[in-house]
């Protein structure tokens, strides 16, 4: 979805380097998270904001961290990136779909981190 | 925590329906069933979301019957840009909980 928009699309950095994926959205959700996905297999969720002030862990959140800068804005952090972590990163938005059913997610175009 | 099976893979044919069938045995009252589909190198667009009984939209229809202990998405009429990847989804309420597993490959054919 051209709303939520990824950088850098590609990367490859070696071991030990601290990496920052970044997330942008114009589509003025208060909900967003980070998923990463490894070939040939479903995606799995890192973290998740549901707004500004709120940060809280999925499934794998070891080795990363996040920062929601702005209600636009959701950054993922790798501190000391190791080869495990390559795997091709998506982020998305959502708002509230209300009387108990599930967001609408909407997904970035993804980040493709290989680390060496 | 429903876990969700599907096949891993499909072959289709253009112009021809295709069900996807997920199992969902230990799904629980409240849970909604949700389809997401997944292009090569992009990420994954909804689909369509249901709880019981049919749901139709201008793309697929999602069939559950009344035990809800699967679901069917079916695609009527596909065409060569069907062909993704097809994941079933049930939510538990929390999004620590969202799984997508590895999800159903389409192919479709001439």
């Known amino acids: 979805d051209a709303d939520v928009t990824q950088t850098p699309r590609n990367r490859i950095t070696k071991t030990g380097k601290r990496i920052m994926l970044e997330c942008s959205q114009t589509?003025?959700?208060?909900?967003m998270y980070w998923y990463r996905q490894d070939p040939g297999l479903g995606l799995r969720l890192i973290y998740y904001?549901?707004?500004?002030?709120?940060?809280n862990k999925g499934e794998i959140s070891d080795g990363y961290s996040v920062s929601r800068q702005a209600q636009a804005k959701f950054s993922l952090s790798l501190e000391s990136a190791i080869p495990n972590q390559t795997a091709l990163y998506f982020c998305?938005?959502?708002?509230?779909?209300?009387?108990?059913?599930?967001?609408?997610?909407?997904f970035g175009p993804g980040t493709r981190l290989t680390v060496l | 925590l429903a876990k969700t099976t599907q096949p891993i893979s499909m072959d289709s044919y253009e112009g021809q329906e295709v069900n996807i069938t997920c199992s969902h045995n230990?799904?629980?009252?409240?849970?909604?069933i949700t389809w997401y589909q997944q292009f090569p190198s992009q990420g994954p667009r909804f689909i369509i979301q249901?709880?019981?009984t049919k749901v139709t939209n201008e793309v697929a229809s999602l069939f559950i019957p009344a035990d809800r202990k699967s679901s069917t998405l079916s695609l009527p009429r596909v065409s060569l840009s069907d062909t993704a990847v097809y994941y079933c989804?049930?939510?538990?309420?929390?999004?620590?909980?969202?799984?997508f597993g590895a999800g159903t490959r389409l192919a479709v054919h001439p």
């Open positions: 998305a938005t959502s708002d509230p779909e209300g009387q108990g059913s599930p967001d609408t997610q909407y």
């Open positions: 589509k003025g959700h208060d909900r």
């Open positions: 904001s549901f707004d500004v002030k709120d940060i």
């Open positions: 230990n799904i629980a009252t409240n849970d909604y």
């Open positions: 249901g709880y019981k």
């Open positions: 989804l049930v939510f538990s309420g929390g999004y620590n909980k969202l799984i």
